[in-house]
């Protein structure tokens, strides 16, 4: 499959745009930048202090009113931080630039502060700057855009770029999480007439799966190398697919994983099949891939169940010679990356639909 240089209808550019147009220019170089820009690769790594060490990602802040308002900021933090824990450390601090519309009411800015406070205590992030205004042509869900970061030392943090040879491959929760959560919460009137209330409570309880703090905290403990860890990435756009797809490519290695092997809960399926959704290929924040060393991945797993959260070993990391390989049904196959995301055109469409019922 070749992938196309053009800018895609909707969502993240592909790793073809990236290599193209943004990789090429990236401002002054420094010895000090640990892990750079690079398609897959969630958090930039740069070394501040002799043996100390600031990871930092970038997101849009998102923001749906449809949620509800609690939930929708809930979602919003967690995004940020499901990204910067994919490094093993723990989130520090959060900037914040708010461009708010002119719609929103006071009201609906204090919940929706307020849950983003009452996440940073929980998680000890503090905030130290950012820019709140509201401004005409400025529109959900892409509200503004946030920093966040965490600090940590130099021989603890991974980065996608870490996986080996060798390593076992682990997925929680499984496929089309926040696909799930999405459709319940923002169109719940059409989910529960396509799939009955029973589907739909199922659904609706995926919302608050749709963050991976815990499951990257669980699986690091502390020191992801230490425990075995190589890498983590949460498969955001284009789901596990795109995930396993990154990590392959940004640590310059293959993959051989089993579809039969990745956790799908039946309910997740129905709404998959029912709205033309591969649910492999579909958004999923909330399911984080994980490369863990010979021997660690019984720990990995040990330590995600004891917080309660479902994972599965779905493959191991193969020499890059060997490309990714993906067994479905008894047969295998190359896996490219899937470069448009079915989620987004299905979403929008079944909005539409939410509206009309």
Not at 313 to 342: C, F, K, S, W, Y
Request: proline letters at 6%; aromatic letters at 6%; hydrophobic letters at 45%.
């Amino acid at each position: 499959m070749t992938m196309t240089a053009e800018l895609p209808a909707e969502g993240k550019i592909n790793p073809a745009v990236f290599d193209g147009l943004i990789y090429p220019r990236l401002g002054a170089p420094s010895p000090d930048i640990l892990a750079g820009p690079m398609h897959g690769v969630d958090c930039g790594v740069v070394r501040v202090a002799p043996g100390r060490v600031m990871a930092m990602t970038a997101d849009p802040f998102f923001i749906v009113p449809e949620y509800g308002w609690e939930r929708a900021a809930w979602f919003a933090f967690h995004i940020l931080a499901s990204d910067i824990t994919t490094t093993g450390l723990k989130p520090s601090h959060l900037a914040v630039d708010l461009n708010l519309p002119l719609s929103i009411k006071k009201e609906e800015l204090e919940l929706m502060w307020e849950t983003v406070h009452r996440e940073c205590l929980k998680y000890g992030v503090s905030v130290i700057t950012g820019h709140t205004a509201r401004y005409a042509g400025c529109n959900y869900p892409m509200v503004g855009g946030a920093v966040m970061t965490a600090l940590g030392d130099e021989d603890k943090y991974v980065t996608t770029r870490m996986a080996r040879p060798g390593d076992q491959v682990i997925v929680t929760k499984g496929a089309a999480v926040e696909t799930c959560g999405l459709f319940a919460a923002a169109c719940p009137k059409l989910v529960g007439a396509e799939l009955g209330a029973a589907d739909l409570r199922e659904l609706e309880g995926m919302f608050y799966m749709m963050s991976t703090v815990e499951d990257a905290l669980a699986a690091a403990d502390g020191n992801a190398r230490a425990s075995g860890v190589t890498s983590m990435h949460d498969a955001t756009e284009c789901g596990i697919w795109g995930g396993l797809y990154e990590i392959a490519r940004a640590s310059g290695t293959g993959m051989a994983v089993d579809r039969g092997a990745i956790l799908l809960e039946p309910a997740a399926a129905r709404l998959c099949a029912r709205f033309g959704i591969d649910p492999y290929a579909a958004i999923s924040e909330g399911t984080l891939i994980i490369t863990a060393g010979p021997g660690a991945a019984a720990g990995v797993l040990g330590r995600l169940a004891a917080r309660g959260i479902t994972a599965s070993i779905i493959g191991e990391v193969t020499e890059q010679a060997g490309g990714i390989m993906v067994t479905e049904d008894g047969r295998q196959r190359a896996l490219a990356h899937p470069v448009n995301d079915p989620f987004w055109p299905a979403f929008a469409a079944a909005m539409e639909r939410e509206k009309a019922l």
